[in-house]
């Protein structure tokens, strides 16, 4: 049974651009959580989903980013316009209905020059 | 929101040495993991122990969920027991997010 996955591993990009992370979650898990880590702290929740429903995004900055999780193919985090702010590994987890555990893939490492 | 305090910061030990890490939570909590930071940056679940006691090899963890901390204990370290150790909990009442404590940075030394 594959772990999460994530891609790409590392990412860069340019001011401006547009960052797109991609989490598929373990085999039989439809629950998905994304967190940020900027460099030298722990890992903030940023949003949770479900096939096609966002749960919570209380932790996502309101302008910028998005994020979602499609009946067929895996979560999106959208990242518009990057500043360097945004620099930062970018973890996905996914856990089943049933159960609280939450997996990490691992991550995304995004660096805006 | 749920505070979460770990402790030490960081530890230096001796390649052998036995070692306690302390997590503090300000909230009843249903959930409470802890996760491993390698070197090279992948979270590795250790434990997911919301109340009790586990073993895994050297490691073992136990939560008093009534008194709000858990603790992690590493017997006879090894140098790649190196790296960050997270607590986190996921707070009754907030849905299925984990807040993170600030991390135990600990190396082990040949």
């Known amino acids: 049974n594959a772990g999460v996955m994530q891609n790409p591993r590392h990412l860069v990009r340019r001011r401006g651009q547009e960052a797109r992370l991609r989490c598929s979650p373990m085999k039989g898990h439809s629950h998905v959580y994304w967190y940020r880590q900027l460099p030298e702290e722990g890992l903030k929740f940023m949003v949770y989903?479900?096939?096609?429903?966002?749960?919570?995004e209380s932790g996502m900055p309101k302008e910028r980013f998005s994020a979602e999780f499609p009946k067929e193919g895996p979560s999106i985090l959208r990242i518009q316009q990057v500043v360097r702010g945004d620099s930062a590994a970018y973890f996905c987890?996914?856990?089943?209905?049933?159960?609280?555990?939450?997996?990490f893939g691992p991550g995304t490492r995004l660096l805006v020059l | 929101g749920i505070q979460v305090e770990q402790s030490p910061p960081d530890l230096i030990l001796q390649e052998g040495a036995n070692s306690t890490l302390r997590c503090n939570f300000s909230?009843?909590?249903?959930?409470l993991q802890w996760f491993h930071q390698n070197p090279w940056g992948q979270l590795i679940n250790l434990f997911y122990i919301p109340s009790g006691t586990k073993q895994n090899g050297r490691l073992s963890a136990t939560t008093v969920a009534t008194e709000r901390y858990s603790l992690l204990y590493i017997s006879s370290s090894q140098t790649t027991d190196s790296g960050v150790y997270f607590c986190a909990v996921e707070k009754e009442t907030s849905g299925s997010r984990l807040t993170f404590g600030e991390g135990t940075q600990l190396t082990v030394n040949p």
């Open positions: 909230d009843s909590v249903n959930n």
């Open positions: 987890a996914s856990s089943p209905p049933s159960l609280k555990t939450q997996y």
């Open positions: 989903l479900q096939k096609e429903n966002i749960i919570d």
